[in-house]
């Protein structure tokens, strides 16, 4: 097979995997409760094991931390899924397992240094903790709601859409009209017209999602405009995590995170900006449904 026919097949392969991928993402969205937080559950143990992977803490030597991690995460899905206050769970996914594994390493004091806790911590924390806010904010429910369609049904979607509007139109435009690199050493291919062409998809998404709500009865979510600037909002913050992922491949002399996706790499090579977006929208639906007067 020739370079162009490698190409071809190459992108195909690419397309027909990201439609797959988009497809798991909206289903579990869609479905909410146990659904979503079992196939996050699972999205995020792969993405912490493949930053493991890449800080070289997946073996023998550090069995214990990576043990340690997986079933602090296990509770911390539990307690989703069970639906306990979330003041908790994030007590239980981030401050206990700290605790835990700065225990851990004194006592093996000193066969572990604490830059080596720290990339555990790091790899938890950005490889499961993040993506978690995904079923969190999915599973937002005022006290009288029921069924499907509850209050994170809506702000849901927003992290996707967020996403995938960013990333789509940060690519196109930058592919178009990309002439000024943004930031070479991290990102060769990142241009500051293909940043900008991310942030007004994702508002332009956001306005229209507004729009779409407003127009079938939900208006009471926010208005149009705010959706607009939610947009634009997490169009930064994935753009910022997309960097911190690069960066850590850069840092590690890797081209992608994992192979599970065919064209795409591993999971965190996916969800690299859903997880700083996903705690936004969860910060702000979760204040919305809790104090909406802080929004007026």
């Not at 937080?37 to 990576?66: C, P, Q, R, T, W």
């Not at 998809?201 to 979510?221: E, N, Q, S």
């Amino acid at each position: 097979m020739d370079n162009k026919g490698k190409k071809t097949s190459n992108m195909m392969t690419r397309i027909i995997s990201g439609i797959i991928f988009a497809l798991v993402m909206i289903g579990l969205v869609w479905a909410g409760g146990i659904v979503c937080s079992v196939g996050f559950f699972f999205i995020s143990l792969i993405a912490y094991h493949e930053l493991m992977d890449v800080f070289g803490l997946n073996n023998v030597k550090y069995m214990l931390y990576v043990l340690l991690g997986d079933c602090m995460l296990i509770i911390h899905y539990i307690f989703i899924g069970g639906g306990m206050p979330h003041v908790y769970i994030l007590f239980f996914a981030a401050i206990l397992f700290f605790m835990l594994s700065m225990l851990i390493s004194i006592i093996d004091y000193p066969k572990h240094s604490l830059e080596e806790v720290t990339k555990l911590f790091v790899a938890y924390l950005y490889g499961a903790v993040l993506l978690s806010f995904v079923p969190m904010t999915r599973n937002l429910a005022a006290p009288d709601e029921k069924g499907i369609f509850t209050y994170g049904f809506f702000f849901g979607w927003m992290i996707l859409l967020s996403a995938w509007a960013s990333d789509t139109f940060a690519y196109f435009v930058g592919v178009a009209i990309g002439k000024h690199k943004a930031f070479p050493t991290l990102s060769p291919k990142k241009s500051w017209e293909g940043c900008i062409g991310g942030l007004i998809g994702a508002g332009a998404a956001g306005l229209l999602y507004g729009f779409v709500l407003k127009w079938t009865g939900h208006a009471d979510f926010g208005k149009p405009k705010l959706f607009m600037y939610i947009g634009l909002f997490c169009s930064f913050m994935g753009q910022a995590g997309d960097l911190v992922a690069s960066g850590i491949k850069r840092r590690y002399g890797i081209k992608d995170f994992g192979k599970l996706i065919p064209g795409h790499g591993g999971i965190m090579d996916r969800f690299d900006s859903v997880a700083f977006i996903a705690p936004m929208i969860y910060l702000y639906a979760y204040s919305m449904l809790n104090d909406p007067y802080l929004w007026k």
